[in-house]
C-alpha cells in the first residue's frame, strides 16, 4: 500500500505511537496549564473580594470618622456662636453702662460749671446772669416750653428780683416777625418775674402762630438793682442753648 512506507510496516507503528505520545503529553501540559489558570482565577477572585471587602471596611470607616469630625465641629461651632452672643450681649453691657457713666459725669460736670458760675465764675465778675436756655417740644406740634436759667454770680447777700422779657424773631412767610412772650400768651403788657438769691429757672409754655418760623430767641432782664437790663441772645432750636 502506498501508504506503507519503504523499510517495512514496524517503523510506521514506531512513528506512530511517538506522535501520540507527545500528543498526550501536550494534551497533559494543556490541562495542568488550564487547572492553574482555573486555580490562579478562583485565588485572584478570592482576592480582590478581599480586597474590595477591605476597601469597603476602610470607607465605612474614614465616614465613621468623618461624621464625628462634623459632629465634634458642629459642637464646636454651637459653643463658639453661644460664646460670641454672649461676649456681644457682655459687650453690649459695657457699652451700655459706659455711655451711662459718660452721661453722669457729663451731667456731673454741668452741674458742677454751674455752681461754680455762681460761686465763683471765671471772669470774677459779680451780678445777675442769663446762664442758659433751653426749648423743650410741647404736646402739640407748635406747642413748646421755653426754659430759662437765672443766676446771682457771687453777690448772695441780697435777692435778686425783676422781670424777665423773652422775644422771639423770625419769619412770618417772608416777613421778619417778633412776637414777646407776652403776645404769644395773648397778654401783649405781660412779662415774668423772677427773685431769688443763688439761682432760679423760669418755665413758660407758649403755642407758635401759624406760618411762624422763630429763629432767635432774646432775653432781657430788668431791675430796680441794675444799671442798664441784662440781654443774652440765643439760637432756637430745640435742647440747651448756650448764649450767642
Known sequence: MSATPPGGGSRVLSLTSAQWAAAGVALGLVALLLWFAYQRGIASGGWQSAANARDRRELLNRIDALENENGTLNAKIAELEMSRRLDKQAYGQVERTLSELQSAMSRQTDDLAFYKSIVSPADGISGLRIQR????????????????????????DTTAAGLVQIALSGLQGERPTRHTIGELLRRPNAKIPFSFKYFQTIEQIIELPAGFVPYTVDVTLTSGKLRAPVERSFPWKTGTQTAL
Open 133 to 156: 436756655f433751653e426749648v423743650a417740644q410741647g404736646a402739640k406740634n407748635r406747642e413748646f416750653l421755653l426754659r430759662v436759667t437765672l443766676i446771682q454770680a457771687m453777690r448772695h
